[in-house]
C-alpha cells in the first residue's frame, strides 16, 4: 500500500511519557533536565530531555521556535510510525545571566485532544493556513467531498459552527499539527510556519512590521446556482440567471451581508439528465458555495442527495410533491432544503376547478364534457391526479390522461393530433419545456374543433408569444409561482429592463429574485453565514414577501402554500395564478385579489363559445391591478 493511502493507526497508550514532562533547552540545542518538575527518583535526564534526544525533529523546531523568538508556541507532534503523539508548549525565557532558553512542556495525547484523528489534525492545520476544500484535497491526495466530510466532524468535535472559529482555536491550543501536512506552502507568514522553515535550516519570512492599519478584504459569500443555459430550458435559465444577478448587484450596492459582497457561482447543465444533475451540483459543491439554489430538475432527488452531504441551505423551485415529502419524512438530514414555491399537484385539480368556474359563469360554453391531461416525461411530477379525480366528479366531466410523452417535437405533434380526434372541451399539457409545448400547440391549434389549451407556466417566458406569433393570443397558462402585476412586480420588472435591457417572464426570473433575497436575508441574520443550521433556521422562521408572493417555509416539509388551496391568507402564501395572454400582455384571471383581466375567448376558438368580456388596457411592465372580478 503506498505511503499517502496509509490509514494511521489509533492512538496508542504510549511508553515513553506518560503524564507531561519538561526540559529546558539553551539556545544552543542543548536540553536540560527541569528539576523542578521532576516527580520521581529514577536517576538519568528525565523523560522530556531522553524523548528530545531521541527525536532529533522535534529538538529541531523546539530550537526553532527560540530561534525565531515566536513567543510561547504550541503544536502537535507525531514521529514517523504516527504511534507517538504529543502536544508540546516552547515559553521563551532568559536566565539570570540574560541567556535565552526556552522550557518545554511535552504533553502525551493519548487519546488525543478533542478526539480527533491523525486526518483531522491535518485537516484541521491546513485549515489554519487558509485553504479551501478542494486545496486541501489536494494536499492530502484524498477528494473535496471527503474534506467536507472531515471538516465537518471536526466542528462537531470542537462544537464549533465555522472555520474561522476552528483556526483560532487551532493556533490558541496547540492543535496545529508539525511538520505541516504536505509542505510548508501557504504557512510562510505564520508564526508556525516561520518556524517550520528554520527548523530545515532555511531562511524563515520576516516577522510582520507593525505600520497603517490596512482595510482586510473579506471572503466574498458564494451564491451557488444551478442553471440550464443550454439545452431545452436554456430560456428559463437565462431568466433565472439575470434576475439573480439583479438581486446580487442591488445586495452589493447596499453594502452586500455585513460588508462581505455576494459572488454568483454558476454551472450549467441538462436538467433532465441525472449524470448532469451530479456533475453540476459536485462542481458547486467543490467550489465551496455558502448557498445552493436551482429551478426545476427532472431527477431532483439527485441534487437533494448531494445537498444534503453538502449540508449548506438549498433553495429550489422543483415543485414536487415527493420532495417535499422525503424532506418532512427526514428533517435532520434534509432541514436545510427549501422548495420556494408549492407543488406540482395543485396543478390538475387548479385546471379543473378553474374550467369548472369559467364554464359555470358562461364565459365559456364547450361543446363537450371530455377534459384531457397530457403529461410529458418527469419522473418525480404527480399534478395532482387522485385530486384531479375528485374535481372531474363534482363538476360533471369525463377525464382521459396520456402519459409520458417524449421530449421530441414528433411525440407531441403526434399527441397533439391524438389530442384533437378526440376533442375535448380542454386540455392540460402538463410539460415544462418550450420546445415541445410549441410544436403542440402548433399542431393543434391548426385545424380541428374548439378545444381549449391550458399549458404549464412556459408562455410565461417571453420568448415563447414571440415563437408563437399569434397563436399565442388568448392562450390559457398557470403557475403554482408567478409574478404579481403588483406595486413590487412592476418595480421589479422595471429594474430587471433597466439592467439587461429586456422584460422578464413572469414566472421564473422572480422566484429566481426572490430566493437569493431570501438567502441574504438569512445571512444577514447569523453571525456567520457558515453556519448553515443557523441560516437554515432563518430561512424557516422568516416570512418573505417577494415579488412572487409570500414565502412561508416552516411547514414540515419546508415548501412554500399554495394560495387559496393549502392556506386562506394570501399574506402567507403564493397564489396560484391563471393567467391569459392577451393583445400581447399577461392578464392575471385568478385568484382575487390579483386578477386584472377577465377571460376572452380566444380569436382561434371558433363561434361556438362566448367571450366573456374586455380584458382592458396595460403597459408591458405588469398591467394595472384588479381590473375585474375572476370568473
Not at 464 to 471: A, D, T, Y
Request: hydrophobic share 40%; proline share 8%; net charge neutral.
Amino acid at each position: 500500500m503506498s505511503a499517502r493511502k496509509r490509514t494511521a493507526p489509533a492512538w496508542p497508550a504510549g511508553d515513553t511519557l506518560s503524564p507531561p514532562a519538561s526540559a529546558i533547552m539553551l539556545a544552543d540545542g542543548t536540553v536540560e533536565a527541569a528539576d523542578h518538575t521532576r516527580q520521581d527518583a529514577t536517576p538519568g535526564p528525565g523523560p522530556a530531555v531522553a524523548f528530545l534526544r531521541e527525536h532529533t525533529e522535534l529538538a529541531a523546531l523546539v530550537l526553532a521556535c527560540l530561534r525565531t523568538e515566536a513567543g510561547r508556541t504550541g503544536f502537535m507532534w507525531t514521529d514517523s510510525t504516527a504511534r507517538t503523539l504529543v502536544r508540546v508548549w516552547v515559553d521563551p525565557f532568559t536566565d539570570p545571566r540574560g541567556r535565552p532558553m526556552g522550557r518545554v512542556l511535552i504533553e502525551p495525547c493519548h487519546p488525543s485532544p478533542y478526539g480527533l484523528t491523525l486526518r483531522e489534525l491535518d485537516v484541521l492545520t491546513l485549515v489554519v493556513a487558509g485553504l479551501t476544500n478542494n486545496e486541501i484535497a489536494e494536499r492530502l491526495f484524498t477528494s473535496p467531498r471527503t474534506v467536507t466530510t472531515h471538516v465537518d466532524r471536526l466542528l462537531t468535535k470542537l462544537q464549533l459552527s465555522g472555520r474561522a472559529a476552528a483556526a483560532a482555536l487551532a493556533l490558541d491550543q496547540g492543535l496545529v499539527r508539525l511538520p505541516f501536512p504536505g509542505g510548508d506552502t501557504r504557512f510562510e507568514r505564520l508564526g508556525l510556519g516561520r518556524i517550520a522553515t528554520a527548523a530545515r535550516g532555511g531562511v524563515p519570512a520576516p516577522s510582520p512590521v507593525p505600520g497603517a492599519p490596512r482595510s482586510l478584504r473579506r471572503r466574498p459569500l458564494m451564491l451557488g446556482a444551478a442553471l440550464p443555459l443550454t439545452g431545452p430550458a436554456a430560456a428559463d435559465g437565462r431568466e433565472m440567471l439575470l434576475a439573480t444577478r439583479l438581486a446580487l448587484e442591488e445586495i452589493n450596492d447596499q453594502g452586500g451581508i455585513a460588508g462581505r459582497r455576494i459572488e454568483l457561482v454558476t454551472a450549467d447543465f441538462d436538467v433532465t439528465v441525472p449524470s448532469a444533475v451530479r456533475s453540476a451540483f459536485t462542481e458547486l459543491v467543490e467550489q465551496e458555495v455558502d448557498a445552493l439554489t436551482s429551478g426545476y430538475i427532472g431527477p431532483q432527488d439527485v441534487a437533494h442527495e448531494i445537498a444534503a452531504d453538502y449540508g449548506c441551505p438549498y433553495l429550489h423551485a422543483a415543485t414536487l410533491d415527493s420532495m417535499v415529502s422525503r424532506v418532512a419524512e427526514d428533517p435532520e438530514r434534509y432541514g436545510g432544503i427549501f422548495q420556494v414555491c408549492p407543488s406540482d399537484t395543485r396543478y390538475g385539480p387548479g385546471f379543473v376547478r378553474f374550467l369548472t368556474s369559467l364554464r359555470d359563469s358562461g364565459a365559456w360554453r364547450p361543446e363537450s364534457r371530455r377534459l384531457m391531461v397530457i403529461q410529458g416525461i418527469w419522473p418525480l411530477g404527480d399534478l395532482g391526479r387522485s385530486e384531479m379525480a375528485a374535481a372531474v366528479e363534482a363538476g360533471g366531466w369525463t377525464l382521459e390522461t396520456v402519459c409520458e410523452v417524449g421530449m421530441d417535437d414528433d411525440a407531441w405533434q403526434r399527441t397533439a393530433r391524438q389530442v384533437r380526434a378526440a376533442a375535448p372541451a380542454a386540455v392540460l399539457v402538463g410539460h415544462y419545456f418550450m420546445p415541445g409545448s410549441l410544436a403542440f400547440l402548433r399542431e393543434l391549434l391548426a385545424e380541428g374543433p374548439p378545444i381549449l389549451p391550458y399549458l404549464l407556466y412556459t408562455p410565461s417566458i417571453p420568448s415563447f408569444r414571440e415563437e408563437l406569433g399569434p397563436l399565442s393570443e388568448g392562450l390559457l397558462w398557470a403557475t403554482v409561482t408567478g409574478t404579481y402585476s403588483d406595486h413590487l412586480g412592476r418595480s421589479f420588472a422595471a429594474r430587471f429592463r433597466a439592467l439587461h435591457g429586456v422584460s422578464p417572464g413572469r414566472s421564473h426570473a422572480g422566484i429566481a429574485y426572490d430566493r437569493a433575497r431570501m438567502i441574504a436575508g438569512a445571512w444577514s441574520q447569523v453571525d456567520d453565514p457558515r453556519d448553515h443550521r443557523r441560516v437554515a433556521k432563518a430561512i424557516r422562521t422568516t416570512i418573505h414577501r417577494g415579488v412572487n408572493g409570500a414565502y412561508y417555509l416552516a411547514d414540515p416539509g419546508q415548501a412554500a402554500l399554495a394560495y387559496p388551496e393549502l392556506t386562506p391568507d394570501p399574506s402567507i402564501g403564493q397564489a396560484h395564478l391563471v393567467y391569459q395572454i392577451q393583445e400581447g400582455h399577461q392578464r392575471i384571471l385568478s385568484p382575487t385579489p390579483y386578477s386584472d383581466g377577465r377571460f376572452r375567448l380566444p380569436p382561434w376558438y371558433g363561434r361556438s363559445g362566448r367571450d366573456g368580456g374586455d380584458g382592458g388596457d396595460g403597459d408591458t411592465a405588469y398591467a394595472t391591478e384588479g381590473r375585474a372580478p375572476t370568473p
